[in-house]
């Protein structure tokens, strides 16, 4: 499965950078984004390749085929190069905490030597094809000034409409997939608040983002328990790295959320379903327990 979305996500990319290229532009300058559904426009293109990307890089270390590493160096390059095509502010910062928690995290214990082909290829990529005005793009995460579009301005608004409204419909919010209308009530013209979290707590309430919480963080729970069960397993190696990814591109969706309007997308729930799978696969692979750490799970048990 993982393989599969990882030659999706080379094909869009390619198709991306090639419309790119012939001049098919967002606002002007940025890339139109790949096919339809989740890579059809610039921000839910980059979130796409920003949470695979842990998968891909993982993959890289796991597999022994040649051409297989192959793939995974290609899928590297061309989804950095297209992120950086689209401009998408909340996409650069994803994808600096993916980099980051990948490195720290996947590569730890000796084994960054084997992320360093990859990781390089990613600086390289940026640098090379990072257009010229991507730097005031940047800066227009905190200064409003350099957004040609006005977007930030608009976003922050939204924003401040959006708490508004949480403060008026605590309970039960203003109905699931009724925050555009409701804040066309408060004077903005059919926009929508780009925070998953504000965007839940809108629609069905402060109570149905406390769940949404906590069941973000019993995913978290699931994928570290699988790390730390099977850390001395050295013949399950691929589920702890694998659970390594799903838990980095977990975290790098908690992030993205603060910037985009995708509470019902699948973006969060095909991360979930990976999540539930390891789960189910570690489950039928009960880790051999050294003596000590026998004794103590003994030990505690009611």
């Not at 994928?223 to 790098?252: C, K, M, N, P, Y």
């Amino acid at each position: 499965m993982l393989w599969f979305v990882l030659l999706f996500c080379i094909a869009v990319s390619c198709i991306a950078i090639a419309g790119y290229q012939q001049g098919n532009l967002v606002e002007g300058y940025r890339m139109q984004g790949g096919m339809g559904g989740l890579t059809s426009n610039p921000n839910d293109f980059s979130l796409t390749m920003n949470l695979f990307l842990p998968f891909g890089l993982a993959l890289y270390v796991l597999t022994q085929s040649r051409f297989r590493k192959a793939l995974c160096i290609v899928f590297v390059v061309v989804s950095v190069t297209a992120i950086t095509f689209t401009y998408s502010r909340g996409g650069f910062i994803t994808l600096a905490v993916v980099l980051i928690l990948c490195f720290l995290k996947m590569g730890g214990r000796g084994r960054r030597s084997q992320y360093l082909l990859p990781f390089s290829l990613v600086v390289v990529a940026f640098i090379l094809m990072a257009p010229q005005d991507y730097g005031d793009r940047l800066q227009a995460i905190t200064d409003f000034s350099k957004d040609r579009a006005g977007s930030g301005t608009a976003r922050q608004e939204a924003i401040e409409k959006t708490l508004e409204l949480i403060t008026e419909h605590p309970a039960l919010g203003v109905g699931m997939g009724m925050n555009v209308l409701a804040l066309n009530q408060k004077g903005l013209f059919w926009d929508h608040v780009h925070n998953v979290y504000l965007q839940i707590a809108a629609e069905i309430g402060v109570l149905g983002a406390i769940v949404f919480v906590l069941l973000i963080i019993r995913l978290f729970r699931s994928v570290r328990l699988i790390q730390t069960e099977f850390r001395e397993e050295h013949t399950q190696r691929e589920l702890v790295v694998l659970a390594g990814a799903a838990e980095t591109s977990l975290l790098a969706f908690c992030i993205a959320a603060f910037f985009h309007p995708v509470a019902y997308h699948f973006y969060f729930y095909i991360i979930g379903g990976f999540v539930m799978a390891l789960k189910a696969i570690a489950s039928r692979n009960e880790p051999v327990l050294s003596p000590v750490r026998a004794a103590a799970t003994y030990k505690y048990q009611p």
